[in-house]
């Protein structure tokens, strides 16, 4: 479902770096439970491109694990 609302936006299946950091976010909120791998592959990336996103949120304090999975914080 959020794959092909990403193709619908950007025009293709990999999303545009520029727009990758909105759209992670995103599906973050949609899906607080997606793994790195799953989130890389959402966006037309590697699963190790998910998982650095997921680092790199997570070290700049965008993003916090909970109980419930990811939480977005900003």
Known sequence: RTQRRTQRDTGNSRVPRAKMRDVALNILRENPNISGAQLGR?????????????????????????????????
């Not at 990336?45 to 680092?55: D, Y």
């Open 42 to 74: 959402e966006l037309g990336n590697s699963p190790r491109t998910g998982q650095n996103i997921l680092n790199e949120f997570e070290q700049a304090g965008i993003i916090r694990k909970n109980g419930d999975g990811w939480k977005v914080t900003q």
